[in-house]
Every structure is written in structure tokens, then in C-alpha cells.
């Protein structure tokens, strides 16, 4: 009996295909890279870099323009841009021939770190809550023409110190039963979220939620119809009398 | 076709992937660049800094020193050519007639500094 040869798969194939791969790359990154003719302050070497990190500060100096450093500077990439100007503000400052260049760095490290700082403490209080601030306490009723909603009740929960602040919508038709499918609209300066009633089936098929951000204001409407303005997370105090972010609980009933 | 003719035919289509993936999906990146090679955008944004400073101090010597960072290998290193450049590329991007006008006065700055600056008319 005569046995035929057995078929070998094509490993050369396979080898042939790695071995150009390892060649290409060896061709593309290393012997042969493409010609960079254009970079970015980032793409720098370290010196270059400083200079370029000087020179915004000195044009910083004559110009007072810190909009304009600050986007200077972050073509750089620094993490920390205060840092890396203080750092270098101290290495000149080292040396009596570079003392002009010393302050400039400093003042724009100085000028740039409080303007920072500024920033971040105003967010930090937009995003604190305060329940002695009650400048936005209470939704304002403002129903449009034809509305078919009616503002029922309000209220403002106040769960625990780490729940973000949300509002809480439930509605019900003219029979006082909860109502799926009702279509809502919060909007703000940010934009416009269309949501509708009955996405969450276990709290309500008249129930809808959406999250609030701290020191925006809403205007709620109901099938296109504005009903509520001037809805804003509100600060509150839970049992334990931490300060925390309440939920605005609204009920809406049909009109009959 | 020969085993030998499809080994030299995967060695090429491995080539060809890999120097497509090396140089156009991937390509080597590079931290340690010379100013030379700055964006014409940076550049001009570097002379306008040099510019502003200028302004405070109306000391020439001190930018013509500050424009050496742009200055490129094998070229004759001309701080009139820089500030021109950069007048052009403001004039053509809408800078501000203010930043215009700082681009401006230090270019006729140097002139004056150094009349050898000026390009000399090509025949």
C-alpha cells in the first residue's frame, strides 16, 4: 500500500510574513524614520524648552497678559507649568547674570499660581454645599400656555453627604394614576436632555430623575410645555447635620 | 509559483505593512527637537514674544541674542528674515494690529542695529 505524503501547512508563509514585519520596522523606526519638519514647543529638547519657558515670561513681563502666557505655556505640556517657572526662576536666580530673568519667572510662577488658585476655589464653592445659601431654595412656577401638567408638591430630600443632587420627577394622570411615557426637557445654559417618564419601572412608571450640577439653572417643561424655572441644586442638612446636596422631588398631576 | 517566489512575496507584503505601520499609523515620536524645526505658527509666536519683550526694554541686542533659539543649521542666521517671516505669517493669520505693529518696530529695530540684515536684492 502506498502512503501518500502528508500535506504540511505553509509555515514559510507565516515566517516570510514575520520576517518582513521585523524588517519594515526595523526600516521605519530606525534606519529610516520620517523626516519630522514641523513640531510643536512640546516636542523641544529640554534647553530649548527653558528658553522658550523665558521668553514667554519676559513677553509676560512687558505685556501683563496672562491669558496669553497661560496658553503660551501650555503648548510646553507641563504638568505643573507654576512649578516648572518656579524651578527655573530659582536656577537663575542662582546666578547674578540672570537676574532679570529670575523675577520674570518668578512673577509670572506668582501671578499664574494665585490666578489658579482663584479658579479652583471659586469651583471649589460652586461645588460645596452651603445650606445657609438659599439663593436657589425654590423652583419658580412658570407654566406656558396649555400646559396639561399642574404643579403639585415639591419638596427637597436630603439623602447623604456623598448622593449627587437630582431631581425627581413623578406624574400622574387625571385618575391620580402614575404616567409612563411623558416626555420632559430640562434645560440650561449647558443645553437641552430630553428625557421621558417609566425609565426606572421600580420606583414608578410615573417616575423620571436626571442629575443636577451645582450652580446651574434648569427650566423644566412637560410635553413641550415650560413649567418650572429657576431650578437649581439646592444645599440642605441631613440628620446628622452634615451639609449635603438635596434632590428636588416634584409631583405633577394631569389637568382634569 | 514556487515556495521560494511566495516566501519573497510574504517577506515584501510583511515589509510593506510595516514600514505603512511605522511611518503613517505610528510614527516615531520625538522629544528632543531643534527650535529650527518649530511650526512656521510658533515661530512667529516666538518672534511676537520677543517682540512684546522688546517693547519693555528697547534693548536690540539682547533679541538679536534671543533670536539665535530659531537659527538652523546651515543657514546663514538672519534675525531681520525671522522678524519678516513672522510679520508676514501675523499679516496673513490676522494678528492684531497691535502685535502687528510690535512685529514692525522690532524689524526696522534691527535694521537700524545692523543694516547688513537686509536682504540683498537677488539679481
Redesign the interface.
Known amino acids: 500500500m502506498i502512503r501518500e505524503p502528508q500535506q504540511k501547512p505553509p509555515f514559510f508563509l507565516l515566517t516570510g510574513l514575520v520576517l518582513g514585519l521585523v524588517l519594515g520596522l526595523i526600516v521605519a523606526w530606525m534606519i529610516w524614520p520620517p523626516r519630522v519638519n514641523e513640531v510643536s514647543p512640546a516636542n523641544l529638547a529640554e534647553p530649548y524648552q527653558e528658553q522658550y519657558r523665558l521668553m514667554v515670561a519676559l513677553a509676560y513681563a512687558a505685556s501683563s497678559d496672562l491669558g496669553r502666557a497661560q496658553a503660551r505655556l501650555a503648548l510646553l505640556g507641563d504638568s505643573d507649568p507654576v512649578r516648572a517657572l518656579s524651578s527655573q526662576a530659582q536656577v537663575a536666580l542662582a546666578s547674578n547674570a540672570t537676574q532679570r530673568e529670575a523675577r520674570a519667572l518668578a512673577g509670572l510662577a506668582e501671578e499664574l499660581g494665585a490666578y489658579l488658585a482663584s479658579q479652583e476655589a471659586t469651583a471649589q464653592a460652586v461645588n460645596t454645599p452651603n445650606p445657609a445659601d438659599q439663593s436657589g431654595a425654590t423652583p419658580i412656577e412658570s407654566v406656558g400656555e396649555g400646559a396639561a401638567y399642574f404643579l403639585d408638591d415639591q419638596q427637597l430630600t436630603c439623602e447623604s453627604v456623598d448622593a449627587p443632587p437630582y431631581l425627581k420627577i413623578f406624574i400622574f394622570d387625571a385618575n391620580h394614576n402614575p404616567q409612563a411615557g411623558v416626555a420632559l426637557t430640562l434645560s440650561s445654559e449647558e443645553g437641552e436632555a430630553q428625557f421621558t417618564t417609566g425609565q426606572r419601572p421600580e420606583m414608578s412608571p410615573g417616575y423620571a430623575e436626571y442629575p443636577l450640577t451645582p450652580g446651574i439653572a434648569y427650566s423644566l417643561s412637560i410635553q413641550g410645555v415650560q413649567i418650572l424655572t429657576g431650578l437649581q441644586a439646592s444645599a440642605c442638612e441631613t440628620e446628622e447635620g452634615e451639609a449635603a446636596w438635596g434632590s428636588w422631588l416634584l409631583l405633577f398631576n394631569a389637568e382634569e | 509559483m514556487t515556495?521560494y517566489t511566495?516566501?519573497?512575496?510574504?517577506?515584501?507584503?510583511?515589509?510593506?505593512?510595516?514600514?505603512y505601520?511605522?511611518?503613517v499609523v505610528r510614527?516615531?515620536?520625538?522629544?528632543?527637537?531643534?527650535?529650527a524645526?518649530?511650526?512656521?505658527d510658533?515661530r512667529a509666536?516666538?518672534v511676537?514674544?520677543?517682540a512684546?519683550?522688546y517693547?519693555?526694554?528697547h534693548n536690540v541686542e539682547r533679541a538679536v541674542a534671543?533670536f539665535a533659539?530659531l537659527g538652523s543649521q546651515g543657514e546663514r542666521y538672519n534675525p531681520y528674515v525671522f522678524a519678516s517671516e513672522a510679520l508676514a505669517f501675523g499679516t496673513e493669520n490676522g494678528y492684531s494690529v497691535a502685535d502687528l505693529e510690535l512685529l514692525q518696530e522690532l524689524q526696522l529695530a534691527l535694521l537700524e542695529f545692523n543694516p547688513t540684515f537686509a536682504p540683498t536684492p537677488t539679481p
Do not use: C, H, K
Not at chain 2, 510614527?27 to 527650535?35: G, H, I, Q, R, Y
Not at chain 2, 524645526?37 to 512656521?40: A, G
Open positions: 515556495r511566495l516566501f519573497g512575496i510574504t517577506i515584501l507584503l510583511g515589509f510593506i505593512l510595516a514600514v505601520y511605522g511611518w510614527p516615531v515620536s520625538v522629544n528632543d527637537a531643534s527650535p524645526l518649530l511650526r512656521q510658533f509666536d516666538y511676537l514674544m520677543l512684546e519683550a517693547q519693555a526694554d534671543a533659539f
